[in-house]
């Protein structure tokens, strides 16, 4: 893919400075099988793809023993041709044209996800955000989803969209630092849908991508 690779490549001995910059060799790798086996691990150490839904990894592990190559396809979806979403109420909507990166720095670290309507950078208002992401709890706090984000945005960028808006829980701080490292503005205090539970309060924050 095209914004793998950028983040390696000094030709001269690491140090810890080195290690810093270039994110232990983090870089974006479209879902594929060389990389299942590591991705397969991870869910089986509880961990979930979905921020959300906590049973998503136990899910997708069915999903993985019963047809591989199917479940590989369904990660790259930009014509939004996979199954329907259901939301934590049971509703179930129309999926987005969408994809997932994986990120990879030697071994599975966590994955980033974009979902868009061709053509505008509106959303539907039951779709919290173009981008999501989740890093493994034993790969945290090393920059690898600041990164992830900083090498996906010059894609999106390439896709037409002027600007992506991503969506937070008030107390997650992790993740609005994620996005104000990469140039993301609050843009407002919202109640999420009823879909999302009553009374959930959460934070929604842009990225410009055009030049100002
Ligand atoms: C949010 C998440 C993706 C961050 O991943 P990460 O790779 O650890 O993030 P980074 O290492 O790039 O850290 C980004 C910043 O957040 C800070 N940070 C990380 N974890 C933190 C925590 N638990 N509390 C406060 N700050 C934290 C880091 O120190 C860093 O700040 P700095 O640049 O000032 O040092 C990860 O915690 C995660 O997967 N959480 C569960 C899923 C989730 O919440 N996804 C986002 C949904 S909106």
């Given at each position: 893919m095209s914004g793998a690779g950028t983040c390696h490549g000094h030709g001269h001995a690491r140090n810890s400075l080195d290690a810093a910059r270039d994110n232990w060799g983090m870089r974006l790798v479209r879902p594929g099988v060389e990389y299942l086996a590591s991705y397969r691990a991870a869910l089986e150490h509880a961990?979930?793809?979905?921020t959300t839904d906590s049973a998503a990894g136990r899910v997708e592990l069915e999903r993985i023993d019963a047809d591989p190559v199917a479940f590989l396809a369904a990660q790259d979806d930009p014509e939004g041709s996979g199954e329907p979403i259901t939301l934590p109420d049971g509703s179930v909507v129309r999926r987005l044209p969408g994809y997932r990166r994986w990120i990879w720095d030697g071994d599975f670290g966590g994955m980033i996800s974009l979902r868009w309507q061709p053509g505008t950078a509106a959303l539907p208002?039951?779709?919290?955000?173009h981008v999501g992401y989740a890093v493994v709890p034993w790969k945290r706090r090393r920059g690898l989803a600041t990164a992830a984000l900083r090498e996906l945005l010059p894609e999106i960028r390439g896709l037409g969209l002027p600007y992506v808006d991503l969506t937070t829980d008030v107390d997650n701080l992790a993740s609005q630092k994620v996005i104000t490292a990469n140039g993301g503005v609050l843009v407002e205090r919202f109640t999420m849908p009823a879909a999302y539970g009553p009374d959930s309060p959460a934070l929604r924050w842009r990225i410009e991508l055009v030049d100002q």
């Amino acid at each position: 893919m095209s914004g793998a690779g950028t983040c390696h490549g000094h030709g001269h001995a690491r140090n810890s400075l080195d290690a810093a910059r270039d994110n232990w060799g983090m870089r974006l790798v479209r879902p594929g099988v060389e990389y299942l086996a590591s991705y397969r691990a991870a869910l089986e150490h509880a961990w979930s793809p979905n921020t959300t839904d906590s049973a998503a990894g136990r899910v997708e592990l069915e999903r993985i023993d019963a047809d591989p190559v199917a479940f590989l396809a369904a990660q790259d979806d930009p014509e939004g041709s996979g199954e329907p979403i259901t939301l934590p109420d049971g509703s179930v909507v129309r999926r987005l044209p969408g994809y997932r990166r994986w990120i990879w720095d030697g071994d599975f670290g966590g994955m980033i996800s974009l979902r868009w309507q061709p053509g505008t950078a509106a959303l539907p208002p039951h779709v919290l955000g173009h981008v999501g992401y989740a890093v493994v709890p034993w790969k945290r706090r090393r920059g690898l989803a600041t990164a992830a984000l900083r090498e996906l945005l010059p894609e999106i960028r390439g896709l037409g969209l002027p600007y992506v808006d991503l969506t937070t829980d008030v107390d997650n701080l992790a993740s609005q630092k994620v996005i104000t490292a990469n140039g993301g503005v609050l843009v407002e205090r919202f109640t999420m849908p009823a879909a999302y539970g009553p009374d959930s309060p959460a934070l929604r924050w842009r990225i410009e991508l055009v030049d100002q």
